[in-house]
């Protein structure tokens, strides 16, 4: 169990630096020492892990399955911080896969999982991914309520990572919105942060650099859009040790081209 425990902690520390292949091979190894054994909480926590990196990988079936089943071990054995943990992985899967009704039930689960613990990084990553469907269905309101609220925790706590990512999906929000110049000041206060803690290629860095990109098309600045561009698939290539993939980056950064590329041809014929 000791030795799962260490590839798992090193599967998940490679996942955040943005290395994928590294920390699924990490973690499937992880996985395959107490697949036979009774240490259902550590294999539950590298399952749930492994559902992060499969998602991020764009292999949303073996993703679905194993956070299924890590969440079905934690759920009989009354781990109410696991349950809560495979539960935001559930919802994140579901809303990547269009289900917003499954996704907020379970992100809605996970918060008052959080609210009952006690955790308070938990509760503002429950109010982010909240947040994030919202934005999905246009609810501009709740999604802002949700997300003003995940700052505020973050900042009360002093957690940089999450601060961030509030601001990212701030901009996020604003950016949909048409409010150009709130999209810009909370995207480059996300980067900033990112940047601050070191961390490059990671999926939420990904986003933000591709909202970066967006704004800068949406405002007309057209080479600022390109360059923007550029830093995503040289991200996305870092993060998945590739130079394409089906992964929900991969797929936003296919269509941020193909808007460029459109654009491009419109001005040409200008």
């Given at each position: 169990?000791?030795e799962?425990?260490?590839y798992?902690?090193?599967?998940?520390?490679t996942?955040?630096?943005?290395d994928l292949?590294?920390?699924?091979?990490?973690l499937?190894h992880?996985a395959s020492?107490?697949?036979?054994?009774e240490?259902y909480?550590?294999?539950?926590?590298?399952?749930n892990?492994?559902?992060a990196v499969?998602?991020?990988?764009?292999?949303w079936?073996?993703?679905?399955?194993v956070?299924?089943r890590?969440?079905?071990i934690?759920?009989?054995?009354?781990?109410?911080?696991?349950?809560?943990?495979?539960?935001?992985?559930l919802?994140?899967?579901?809303r990547?896969n269009?289900?917003?009704?499954?996704?907020?039930q379970?992100?809605?689960?996970?918060?008052?999982?959080?609210?009952i613990?006690?955790d308070?990084?938990?509760?503002?990553?429950a109010h982010?991914?909240?947040?994030?469907?919202?934005?999905?269905?246009g609810?501009w309101e709740?999604?802002e309520?949700?997300l003003?609220r995940?700052?505020e925790?973050a900042?009360?706590?002093?957690?940089?990572?999450?601060?961030?990512?509030?601001?990212?999906?701030?901009?996020?929000?604003?950016l949909r919105?048409?409010?150009w110049?709130?999209?810009?000041?909370?995207?480059?206060?996300a980067?900033?942060?990112y940047?601050?803690?070191?961390?490059?290629?990671?999926?939420?860095v990904?986003?933000?650099?591709?909202?970066?990109s967006v704004?800068?098309?949406?405002?007309?600045?057209f080479?600022?859009?390109?360059?923007?561009?550029?830093?995503?698939k040289?991200l996305?290539?870092?993060?998945?040790?590739?130079?394409?993939?089906s992964?929900p980056?991969w797929g936003r950064?296919?269509?941020l081209m193909?808007?460029?590329?459109?654009?491009?041809d419109?001005?040409?014929?200008?």
């Amino acid at each position: 169990g000791i030795e799962a425990e260490v590839y798992n902690t090193l599967g998940w520390i490679t996942f955040r630096s943005g290395d994928l292949p590294t920390a699924r091979r990490l973690l499937e190894h992880a996985a395959s020492l107490v697949e036979d054994s009774e240490h259902y909480k550590v294999l539950s926590s590298i399952l749930n892990r492994l559902g992060a990196v499969y998602h991020s990988q764009g292999d949303w079936d073996m993703a679905m399955a194993v956070v299924q089943r890590a969440l079905e071990i934690r759920e009989r054995s009354g781990d109410l911080i696991g349950t809560a943990r495979s539960l935001n992985n559930l919802g994140i899967l579901k809303r990547d896969n269009g289900d917003w009704s499954g996704a907020l039930q379970a992100f809605q689960r996970c918060l008052s999982s959080m609210e009952i613990i006690g955790d308070a990084e938990g509760i503002a990553i429950a109010h982010t991914n909240l947040a994030n469907v919202h934005i999905d269905l246009g609810n501009w309101e709740q999604a802002e309520t949700h997300l003003r609220r995940s700052y505020e925790i973050a900042q009360q706590i002093g957690n940089l990572y999450e601060q961030a990512q509030a601001s990212m999906n701030l901009g996020h929000l604003f950016l949909r919105k048409g409010d150009w110049d709130e999209a810009e000041r909370y995207l480059n206060a996300a980067l900033a942060l990112y940047s601050q803690l070191n961390i490059s290629a990671n999926p939420n860095v990904v986003d933000a650099h591709w909202l970066r990109s967006v704004l800068f098309l949406e405002v007309g600045c057209f080479d600022e859009a390109i360059q923007w561009g550029a830093r995503v698939k040289a991200l996305l290539q870092e993060m998945t040790g590739s130079d394409a993939g089906s992964s929900p980056e991969w797929g936003r950064y296919y269509q941020l081209m193909g808007r460029l590329a459109l654009t491009q041809d419109q001005i040409a014929k200008s």
